[in-house]
């Protein structure tokens, strides 16, 4: 019967069937009424919870592996579903690219050695995706003395998620920012012919400006307010309007700051300039 009106033509007929659905599959990340079920299954009869999770990261099925590593994480158990986790991160299989892409960001939050391992592994991996997410999570690592030259050679990679996420990590991350070398090869990203390569780099802008790690490079804030109104494709207009506003929120609460985008607006610093310093 829910079957039948999960097809309804009446969008609130379907929305019902797909609440009441959700009631009875604990694997539904997205509903609330599952997420109670999934605690109750782990509650009452822990090891068969786990042994069904388990095989649900090992099945091959892209979207249920994915759902399985999102509520492992959100269960508190990704130690115990840790060699599946590493399995799946590796994994090659087209199906289960976005299943590994999510498995090595959350191995990325373990302190383990075996987890960081599978991580750093996952630099070389086939997919881009996977390895932006290990480079995101090389990034976050705080006390590895082994980050910051990873970092480095990845910030000249050739997939804009991957370059963005290192250059993310060098100006933003928890032991930076580290050197006005990053901010330059921003700047030089924020001009690529690639749109999706301008996008990432506005977005990495936008996040910086709003950790307020953006107001030391004057330049970058008057070049996002340009491309702000300037850039050809509008994704990256609309993002590097979001960067600028924020920076421009961000060094309104420190005078100092304030007038030290004034200067570098005034000079008009571009990349090259910011690059130097």
Known sequence: MLCKLSRSPHPSVRRIAREDRSR??????????????????????????????????????GPAACGAVLIAKRLAILGQVETELIALASSTDPELVRAASIAVRVLGSMTDAKSRGAVVRCLEHADPRVRANAVEAVGRWRNDPHSHPRLMEFKLDSHHRIRANAIAALLDGPAGPYDG????????????????????????????????????????????????????????????????RAARAWSSRDPGRRAHLSRGARRGAGPEQEAAR
């Open 24 to 61: 009875h599959d604990p694997w539904s990340v997205t509903s609330a009424a599952s997420r109670l079920l999934t605690r109750h299954l782990f509650v009452k009869d822990r090891d068969a919870y786990l042994m069904d999770l388990r095989a649900r990261l090992r099945g091959g099925n």
């Open 181 to 244: 070398d990053a901010a330059g090869s921003l700047m030089v990203m924020l001009n690529d012919d690639s749109a999706h390569a301008r996008a990432a780099a506005a977005w990495v802008a936008e996040r910086i400006a709003r950790r307020g790690a953006i107001a030391a490079h004057a330049g970058l804030v008057h070049q996002l307010e340009g491309i702000a109104s300037a850039d050809p494709d509008p994704r990256v207009r609309w993002r590097a309007a979001r960067g600028e």
